[in-house]
């Protein structure tokens, strides 16, 4: 009885290629066969014989950015990847000032809250003309340091 091979959907780069595709296909995982326009976008950056050695001289980690550029490329031929990496990084910054000042009012309600002042019955957000206020007795009993942890690891 002869084995049967089973038949893999060939994917984008090795259709265009007209060639057979192998479960060991390198190109399979960033070329699928349903995205044929990813292998153009590439092959039009790179060329099909640059890109084959390309893909088959990186670790397969890298690959996938490899990938990617050739499409910032096409995208952005001037900035490249650069601009998007501007952008994330101006996106991280904006997130670590919003992350910053949570931290701060939440600092500032905790310790007036220790304190024991009347501010600290009411919660009040920049963006929120009203504050509700809290139950009075809502942590009579708890203990401060406990409720510290509890905020923290929500």
């Known amino acids: 009885m002869a084995k049967r091979k089973i038949a893999y959907p060939a994917c984008a780069a090795c259709r265009m290629q007209r060639k057979k595709c192998s479960e ?3 190109f399979a995982p960033h070329f699928p066969s349903n995205d044929p326009e990813k292998f153009a976008v590439a092959q039009s950056v790179f060329g099909t014989s640059h890109t084959v050695k390309l893909l088959q001289g990186l670790k397969a980690e ?15 031929p001037v900035h490249e990847c650069v601009s998007s990496i501007h952008q994330m990084k101006k996106r991280i910054a904006e997130l ?3 992350l910053a000042a949570t931290q701060e009012e ?10 024991g002042t009347d501010d600290a019955l009411h919660v009040a957000y920049p963006s929120d003309t009203t504050s509700q206020p809290i139950k009075d007795n809502m942590y009579e009993e708890a203990d401060p340091l406990q409720l510290w942890r509890s905020l923290w690891e929500q």
């Open 24 to 26: 060991e296909c390198v």
């Open 62 to 76: 890298q690959r996938a950015d490899a990938v990617y550029e050739a499409t910032a490329r096409v995208d952005d």
């Open 96 to 98: 670590e000032a919003d």
């Open 106 to 115: 939440l600092v500032r309600v905790l310790h007036m809250f220790l304190l």
